[in-house]
C-alpha cells in the first residue's frame, strides 16, 4: 500500500518547507532499491529516504539509521561522487503524478555550480531512482533496456522522458464543470471509482473510494446509473474536496485492519473506511514509516532464501522421525523372536519337516501347559535353521535398538537446532543479523562453503536495553549470540532466561548476586517469551536461574544449553512493553 500522487504532492510539500538549503552530508543505498541521503541543516540533520522498492515506494523522512553493507553499491559510489557537498536547490513534483524532482546544486571538477537531479518514479514494479544532468541520464538505480522495455529505456547517456500516461487531469487546477465533462464522456458501463482513476492523474483506488463513498453512492456504481442529482452531488463532493485540500492542511491519515495490515494511506481521514481503525500522524513522513513497519517491507537479502533452506532441512529431519519410529517401534519386538527360536529349539522333535507353521506350548507364559504360540516357519528350512534364523533376526534386531535409540536422539537434537535456527531467521530485521545466521549454517554444513573469499563482514551484536529499575539485560538474536551472552558476557550470578522447551533467544538479566525484584523478572520473561516461536501466544512458560546452573555438553550445537535450579514464570508477550524495554539505554 503505497500513495497516490493527490496525497504524495502534500509529502512534496513538507520536503519543500523542510528541506531547502540543506547540505548533502552522506549518501547510503542500504539495500538494492533504497537510498539514505544525510542532509545538514541549520539547527538538524535529518535523514530522507527513497525508495524504489517494487511493493512499497516511498520518499519520507526517517527518524531510523538503517543498516549500510560493507561495500557500497555502484550507484551509491557515483551519488557519492556528483552529489555529497551539494545543496538541495528544488523539490516539485511532476503535476500529480507519482514523479518527484529533487534538485541539488553542486561544484563540478572546475569548480563551476551545476545542477543536477534525482528523479524518484514511485510507480509500483516500475519504480526508479534516476540521476540526470541538464536531461540527460547519468545512471539510475535500475536500468532499462531493450530487452524490458521497447517503449521506454532508462540507460545512460540517453535523454530523459516521462513515463506514458501523463495527459490526465490535474484535479487542483482543472475547473470542477470541465472535470465533470470528461467524466461522462467515459464509456457508461464504467464503475465510477474506475472513471476517476482513470482521467484524473494523482488519484488512486483510495482517493477514488473516498470520493464515491462522500457522495453517498455504494462502491460498485456505474456511470449509467447516475442521473442528474446524482452529478450535481458528485460535482458538490469533488469542489468540496479540491478546496479543503488546496486550502487546508492535511491530515495523514492511516487505516488498517483487524490482521494488522494497512487497507488506505491518505493526506486526509477515510470517511469509507472504519473510524477505530484509522490512525493520524502530525506528518505526512510519520505516516508513511507507519505504513512501512505495518506491512513489513523491509526486504532483508538472503532471509527468504535461507528460510526455504532451513524449511525443507526440517521436513527431511521430521520425515527422518518417522521413518526411524517405525523401526524403532519393530525393533522393540527383538523379544518376540528369541522367544520363538528357544521355542522351537525346545520342541525340535515335535516339528514336522516341511512345515509353514508350528502350534507349540508357550514357554515364557504364566501357563506353559495351556497357553499356545503359533510360530511361522521357512518350509524349506530344517527346523535348526528355522531357529538359527529366527535367532539371527533377534540379534539385528537387539543391535538396532541401541543405534535406533541414538539416530532418534540425534534427529530430535538436529530438530530443535533447526527450528532455533528457523525462529531467529523469522525475526531477522538486517542483512548482518541473515549473514550471521548463513555463517551459522554454512559451519553446521548445510550450505556448501563456496571457494570465494568473502569480506569479512562484522559480526551483528545482541540486543541490550534495561528494565524499568535500569537492570541492564541481554538477548541473543541467533545461537551463536546466546552462547556469547550467556558464556562471554553473564557473571555466574546473572539471571538466565529462557522459553520453557520451546525455542528462542537467551535473555541475561545482569543482577550480579543482588535479587531482582518480581516486577524485573516478569519483564525480562516477557522479553524471554517475546524472542521466541511463541511470540503471540499467551501464558508462555519461562524459566530462569542463574548463570552459574546453565551448562553447555560437549560437542552441543550452538545455542544449545542444560540447566537446573530453575523457577518457571508465565507471562504473556507485549510487543509495547518490549520496544519500551529495548530503548532504555
Not at 526440517?314 to 522393540?332: D, G, M, N, P, Y
Request: glycine share 6%; hydrophobic share 35%.
Amino acid at each position: 500500500m503505497s500513495l497516490d500522487g493527490l496525497s504524495l504532492s502534500f509529502v512534496v510539500q513538507e520536503l519543500h518547507n523542510r528541506l531547502i538549503g540543506g547540505r548533502i552530508d552522506k549518501i547510503f543505498q542500504p539495500q538494492k532499491t533504497t537510498l539514505l541521503l544525510t542532509i545538514r541543516l541549520a539547527n538538524e540533520t535529518v535523514r530522507l529516504l527513497l525508495s524504489a522498492s517494487p511493493d512499497h515506494p516511498r520518499l519520507q523522512i526517517t527518524e531510523k539509521a538503517l543498516e549500510n553493507p560493507e561495500m557500497p553499491p555502484a550507484f551509491c559510489m557515483l551519488l557519492r561522487k556528483h552529489l555529497e557537498g551539494g545543496r538541495i536547490s528544488g523539490l516539485e513534483q511532476e503535476s500529480l503524478d507519482r514523479i518527484v524532482r529533487l534538485y541539488i546544486d553542486h561544484r563540478d571538477e572546475h569548480g563551476e555550480i551545476v545542477t543536477k537531479c534525482i528523479i524518484a518514479e514511485l510507480m509500483g514494479k516500475h519504480s526508479n531512482l534516476i540521476l540526470t544532468k541538464n536531461g540527460i541520464i547519468i545512471d539510475a538505480i535500475k536500468r532499462v533496456g531493450l530487452g524490458i522495455s521497447r517503449q521506454r529505456q532508462v540507460l545512460p547517456g540517453l535523454a530523459y522522458s516521462l513515463p506514458p500516461g501523463q495527459f490526465r487531469l490535474n484535479l487542483l487546477e482543472t475547473g470542477t464543470e470541465i472535470f465533470i465533462k470528461t467524466l461522462l464522456d467515459v464509456p457508461p458501463t464504467s464503475l465510477l471509482t474506475k472513471a476517476l482513476i482513470a482521467i484524473a492523474i494523482g488519484v488512486g483506488p483510495v482517493t477514488a473510494r473516498e470520493i464515491v463513498y462522500r457522495s453517498g453512492f455504494p462502491s460498485n456504481i456505474t456511470l449509467a446509473e447516475l442521473d442528474d442529482s446524482d452529478i450535481l452531488e458528485l460535482r458538490t463532493v469533488i469542489q468540496h474536496f479540491v478546496t479543503t485540500l488546496k486550502n487546508g492542511q492535511p491530515i495523514p491519515t492511516v487505516a488498517v485492519d483487524g490482521n494488522n495490515r494497512v487497507t488506505g494511506i491518505a493526506a486526509f481521514p477515510l470517511d469509507h473506511l472504519p473510524v477505530e481503525s484509522q490512525h493520524h500522524f502530525p506528518t505526512m513522513s510519520q505516516a508513511v514509516e507507519y505504513v512501512e513497519t505495518r506491512t513489513g517491507h523491509r526486504h532483508v537479502p538472503e532471509k527468504d532464501l535461507l528460510l526455504k533452506l532451513v524449511s525443507g532441512e526440517l521436513t527431511r529431519v521430521e520425515r527422518k522421525f518417522t521413518i526411524l519410529t517405525t523401526e524403532f517401534s519393530i525393533a522393540q519386538n527383538a523379544d518376540e523372536l528369541r522367544k520363538c527360536a528357544d521355542t522351537i529349539m525346545t520342541y525340535l522333535t515335535a516339528i514336522q519337516p516341511h512345515s509353514d507353521k508350528i502350534i507349540l506350548p508357550d514357554l515364557y507364559g504364566a501357563n506353559p501347559e495351556q497357553d499356545q504360540i503359533t510360530i511361522p516357519l521357512d518350509p524349506l528350512l530344517t527346523p535348526i535353521e528355522n531357529a538359527q534364523h529366527y535367532y539371527n533376526r533377534y540379534n539385528k534386531q537387539k543391535r538396532a535398538q541401541d543405534l535406533l535409540a541414538d539416530q532418534l536422539e540425534q534427529c530430535n537434537k538436529e530438530k530443535a537446532y533447526l527450528e532455533t535456527v528457523f525462529v531467529a531467521l523469522e525475526q531477522t530485521v538486517t542483512g548482518i543479523d541473515v549473514e550471521d545466521i548463513r555463517l551459522e549454517l554454512t559451519q553446521a554444513g548445510y550450505i556448501r562453503a563456496t571457494g570465494k573469499r568473502r569480506s569479512s563482514a562484522p559480526l551483528s551484536q545482541p540486543l541490550s536495553g534495561k528494565t524499568t529499575d535500569g537492570t541492564p539485560f541481554l538477548i541473543g538474536k541467533n545461537n551463536r549470540q546466546n552462547d556469547l551472552v550467556t558464556f562471554k558476557h553473564a557473571h555466574a550470578d546473572d539471571i538466565w532466561l529462557h522459553t520453557k522447551n520451546i525455542p528462542g533467544s537467551h535473555v541475561i538479566l545482569q543482577t550480579g548476586s543482588r535479587v531482582p525484584s518480581p516486577e524485573t523478572l516478569t519483564e525480562a520473561a516477557q522479553l524471554a517469551a517475546f524472542f521466541s516461536k511463541s511470540r503471540t501466544s499467551s501464558n508462555v512458560p519461562v524459566d530462569y536461574t542463574r548463570r552459574r546452573y546453565v551448562k553447555k555438553p560437549s560437542g552441543a550445537k550452538p545455542g544449545f544449553v542444560i540447566y537446573d535450579h530453575q523457577t518457571t514464570l508465565f507471562v504473556t508477550p507485549d510487543e509495547t512493553t518490549v520496544q519500551a524495554l529495548l530503548k532504555k539505554k
